[in-house]
């Protein structure tokens, strides 16, 4: 079994590529007769095809730069920035796409570029562009949101200032993403951690216990658990 962490971008990315997998099936077992006339004209109805296209080529690029351990950092920080390239042709077409941001966003975060990851995150939870995602791959890309806020190393007074909003933003967007999906462990665990942190002992270990109910071998939360006993 996956750990919670490694689950969650696994689920993110699953969320990319069921989206390059129905676009496929749609493309090869039978193409909607709406979209056959979009392809042989122009329109709205071609853009959103061709987005189609660019975020199914993305989604493959981001897939291999995942699965390219033994080719090197350097290989797969070249196809994430060839899956990024694809994500921009996607986003261009069908700026209302969600999936086409988090793609973006998950190709910029191979390559180590978090800041920019978390613009496109942003765009990709805009109330208007949210609304093309399910109650859980919204709750996966609020998570994922939240870590990125999190990670971010605080220096300065001025990085500290930040860094105290962060905080704020990353506990209301996991607080959203646990209200989507009552059964997110990884999101259930940090939103008890942020809770320890300010405290709030009684809150912390029930977000630890339901954490340890959807995920029973979630170490991180039985730690926490045994921290708070």
Same mark, same amino acid.
């Given at each position: 079994m996956l750990p919670p962490g490694m689950a969650q971008d696994v689920a993110l990315q699953v969320v990319v590529l069921l989206?390059?997998?129905?676009?496929?099936?749609v493309m090869w077992f039978g193409v909607p007769r709406s979209v056959a006339q979009a392809l042989k004209g122009g329109g709205p109805g071609r853009a959103r095809v061709?987005?189609?296209?660019?975020?199914?080529?993305?989604? @493959?690029?981001?897939?291999?730069?995942r699965a390219s351990g033994g080719g090197g950092v350097g290989a797969s920080k070249a196809m994430a920035r060839e899956a990024e390239a694809e994500a921009d042709r996607a986003i261009a077409l069908d700026p209302a796409d969600a999936a086409c941001h988090i793609l973006k966003a998950l190709a910029?975060?191979? @390559?180590?570029?978090?800041?920019?990851?978390?613009?496109?995150?942003?765009?990709?939870l805009e109330p208007r562009v949210a609304r093309s995602l399910g109650a859980w791959e919204k709750s996966d890309a609020l998570?994922?949101?939240?870590?990125l806020l999190l990670a971010e190393e605080d220096n300065s007074k001025k990085r500290r200032r930040r860094g105290a909003a962060a905080e704020v933003a990353a506990e209301a967007d996991l607080?959203?993403?646990v209200e989507l999906n009552g059964k997110n462990a990884k999101a259930l665990c940090?939103?008890?951690?942020?809770?320890e942190k300010k405290g709030m002992a009684v809150e912390a270990?029930?977000?630890? @216990? @339901?954490?340890?109910?959807?995920?029973?071998?979630?170490s991180e939360a039985k730690a926490g658990l045994d921290r708070l006993s």
């Amino acid at each position: 079994m996956l750990p919670p962490g490694m689950a969650q971008d696994v689920a993110l990315q699953v969320v990319v590529l069921l989206v390059a997998v129905a676009v496929m099936w749609v493309m090869w077992f039978g193409v909607p007769r709406s979209v056959a006339q979009a392809l042989k004209g122009g329109g709205p109805g071609r853009a959103r095809v061709d987005a189609r296209r660019h975020f199914v080529k993305g989604a @493959q690029l981001l897939g291999r730069a995942r699965a390219s351990g033994g080719g090197g950092v350097g290989a797969s920080k070249a196809m994430a920035r060839e899956a990024e390239a694809e994500a921009d042709r996607a986003i261009a077409l069908d700026p209302a796409d969600a999936a086409c941001h988090i793609l973006k966003a998950l190709a910029l975060e191979r @390559q180590g570029n978090s800041a920019a990851a978390l613009a496109s995150l942003d765009a990709a939870l805009e109330p208007r562009v949210a609304r093309s995602l399910g109650a859980w791959e919204k709750s996966d890309a609020l998570l994922k949101r939240a870590e990125l806020l999190l990670a971010e190393e605080d220096n300065s007074k001025k990085r500290r200032r930040r860094g105290a909003a962060a905080e704020v933003a990353a506990e209301a967007d996991l607080k959203e993403a646990v209200e989507l999906n009552g059964k997110n462990a990884k999101a259930l665990c940090m939103l008890a951690t942020c809770y320890e942190k300010k405290g709030m002992a009684v809150e912390a270990r029930r977000a630890f @216990q @339901q954490a340890l109910e959807a995920e029973p071998r979630f170490s991180e939360a039985k730690a926490g658990l045994d921290r708070l006993s």
